[in-house]
């Protein structure tokens, strides 16, 4: 963390409190936090505080990667749970099976060899 984004109001509270949640659940409510308190203060600052803004821009990009992350990671939790989720009886009775590619092709050649004999 710049020694810029230390001294400056409470947005630098917020940003920090978000970089260290280590709560996933309540991550995403941090970021909103400190992302709604840095641009009101992007919203307050004059042109001439270049230290300020370039911090509170660059603080918003790591709270952009940071919430990209989060969704990335619930992404991967979630279709890992899906992998490893072990069906119930009654979801593989209901289930209709694909046949694999190989067994299809051979299904299909038999079909056509079953047809060419009934009409020849």
Known sequence: MSTAIANYGDWDFLYAHA???PDGNR???RIGAA????NERLKAITLRDNAEKSALV??????QALRSRRRR???LK???????RVPRLS???????PL???RQKILNSQERSRHWHEFN
């Open 19 to 21: 970089l260290l949640e």
């Open 27 to 29: 991550l995403l409510e």
């Open 35 to 38: 992302e709604t308190a840095i």
């Open 58 to 63: 660059d603080a918003l990009r790591a709270l």
């Open 73 to 75: 990671t619930a992404n």
């Open 78 to 84: 979630r279709r890992l749970f899906h992998l490893t």
């Open 91 to 97: 979801e593989l009775a209901s289930r209709e099976r």
């Open 100 to 102: 694999a590619p190989g």
